[in-house]
């Protein structure tokens, strides 16, 4: 047995297989010197990635929309391609890996793609890439399409939101990451989907540990790998307790969430996409109190289009059927990075171009998204919030586009529903002239995570500041004392998103306070549903 440590960012323990994810490597193999056996690999390949993008197409189609799953199907097509296979053949003829033909005449084919005039084939040079890419990936042996044949335990160096967001969800059982925060999209992708997850872990990336029976204790940020008999029965009996705490819960489905006294709270979920709906029902979740939109646009080649996010957005509507749903902007920029948005290097991103400032300077990035939120308001509650607000005037202007947005959906006579327009309060400027911005908003909703590090000046990405993070600063209360009172003495409505809401020392706190909704991970729902059941406040 080998065992080790790591940071939990989510409790719980999960037994299965070790799915050890090694990103490709950048020396591709050489040719094993006989062509007839690299083409039957070449043409082995295909085959694999057929069946790959077949069940890729069909999962798109589901859950996102048949627009989408068209870019899937184009790759299909381009895998029988006369052109590009007879180029691979030659090329293996010549010598090459079938590997590194697959990877060159990619590359080239591509290149010859962008260089045309025709915007449709300009943009089919992604998809060519990314045809070849798969087709790399399964010569390599890599797994970087997330292959997993049965459910296990996913180890990797770090993943990144793009590599997250491609992730077989239905087959993880939990996370170990060598890198990343407590705020990493891992840990972030971990709570939604309610497995235990360490971060920061010690452990080493062998193949050899591939395919071994593991275990993660969520809960003490233990793994074992290969563990033996007393270890193994000793974990089955603590994952036996979890799941009875977890049975024992379910009394307070479907309940209200109200306290001894009757003060009644929101109990909201936070997801990433239209896929995480699931998590937010199976939860008991009374809605979504923030969907963070950016995640639609990370692990990807260029912006999704209103058509894009409209469908992603209704998809979500019809999954809530009736329950409220809170759809956050685009919060781009710091820690999440996309390439396509071209934006330049900076010394501080977190104080940087991010946020609410890329959409109010970018209206080609700002008006499909508002065009998108407007249009899925039709088929239910739909209220949008905009991140990183640190005046009035930017208020003022966020307000006076969404009406010019809604006028120009009018006047084109497509569908549209009324959206509430609220604001997250993450920065102190914001919590400080928080009356000024409750006289414009319909709500508030707290993004504690990064109040905490504008507050208390703590990068909430550097894991040698974790001991110095602390979201129960006297500074962090009395703002958020502020903000609801703010709030209240303007008539609207304040909630808090950030994690800080799942805190259970604090939902007193925050009853008292007198907060309207608490938005968290969709399986924390039920416990803190419980906690304000027994709350006396
Ligand atoms: C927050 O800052 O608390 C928040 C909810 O937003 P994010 O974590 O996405 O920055
Ligand atoms: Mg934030």
Redesign the pocket.
Same mark, same amino acid.
Request: proline share 6%; aromatic share 0%.
């Given at each position: 047995m080998r065992e080790g440590t790591g940071r939990p960012v989510f409790s719980g323990v999960a037994i299965g297989k070790a799915y050890v994810y090694f990103p490709r490597q950048s020396e591709l193999p050489a040719s094993c010197g006989d062509s007839e056996i690299e083409l039957k690999n070449f043409n082995a390949a295909r085959e694999t990635a057929r069946e790959q993008l077949q069940a890729l197409f069909e999962k798109t189609r589901r859950e996102i929309g048949e627009e989408q799953a068209m870019i899937l199907d184009v790759q299909i097509m381009m895998l029988d391609d006369l052109d590009f296979v007879e180029s691979v053949q030659e090329m293996i003829a010549g010598g090459a890996s079938a590997a590194q033909a697959a990877h060159e005449t990619g590359d080239a084919f591509s290149a010859a793609f962008a260089a045309m005039d025709d915007e449709y084939m300009k943009a089919r040079a992604v998809d060519v890439k990314d045809m070849a890419r798969r087709l790399v990936d399964i010569l390599c042996g890599g797994r970087s399409g997330f292959q997993m044949e049965e459910p296990g335990i996913l180890i990797a160096e770090d993943l990144t939101p793009s590599e997250t967001v491609q992730l077989p969800k239905d087959k993880i059982l939990a996370f170990v990451t060598r890198q990343g925060s407590s /705020?990493s999209h891992t840990a972030?992708l971990a709570r939604i989907m309610n497995i235990p997850s360490l971060v920061q872990a010690q452990i080493a990336l062998s193949p050899e540990i591939d395919g071994k029976m593991m275990i993660v204790d969520g809960f003490e940020g233990r793994y074992y790998i290969e563990p033996d008999e007393e270890t193994q029965a000793a974990m089955t009996e603590k994952r036996k307790r979890a799941l009875e705490h977890k049975q024992a819960l379910e009394q307070y489905r479907g309940k209200e969430s109200v306290s001894k006294s009757g003060k009644k709270i929101l109990l909201c979920a /936070?997801i990433g996409s239209a896929d995480d709906v699931r998590y937010v029902l199976e939860g008991d979740a009374e809605g979504v109190g *923030?969907m963070?939109s950016e995640f639609l646009y990370l692990g990807r080649e260029d912006f999704p289009t209103e058509e894009e996010l409209f469908e992603a957005y209704r998809s979500v509507v019809e999954q809530l059927k009736g329950r409220p749903l809170v759809i956050r902007t685009l #919060?781009i920029g710091a820690d999440k990075q996309c390439d396509y948005f071209g934006l330049e290097h900076e010394e501080n991103p977190a104080l940087g171009y991010r946020g609410i400032r890329i959409c109010l300077t970018r209206e080609d990035i700002f008006r499909p998204q508002m065009r998108a939120i407007y249009r899925a308001a039709a088929f239910g509650p739909v209220s949008a919030m905009f991140?990183m607000i640190i005046s009035v005037d930017e208020v003022r202007r966020i307000k006076e586009f969404c009406k010019s947005i809604r006028e120009g959906l009018v006047a084109e006579g497509i569908p549209c529903g009324k959206v509430d327009l609220g604001i997250?309060i993450?920065t102190p400027a914001a919590a400080v002239i928080s009356r000024e911005l409750a006289k414009e908003v319909a709500f508030f909703s707290? %993004?504690? /995570? #990064? *109040?905490t590090q504008y507050t208390l000046a703590i990068d909430r990405q550097n894991a040698k500041l974790d001991a110095f993070y602390d979201p129960h600063h006297p500074a962090v209360m009395s703002l958020l004392k502020t903000i609801v009172e703010s709030a209240h003495a303007e008539g609207i409505w304040a909630g808090i998103? %950030?994690?800080l809401g799942a805190d259970l020392t604090l939902t007193e706190t925050f009853l008292e306070m007198g907060f309207d909704e608490l938005s968290v991970s969709p399986g924390r729902i039920l416990e803190l549903r419980k906690k304000v059941c027994e709350s006396e406040v």
């Open positions: /705020n972030i /936070n *923030l963070r #919060d991140p997250m993450e707290v %993004g504690t /995570n #990064d *109040l998103c %950030g994690e």
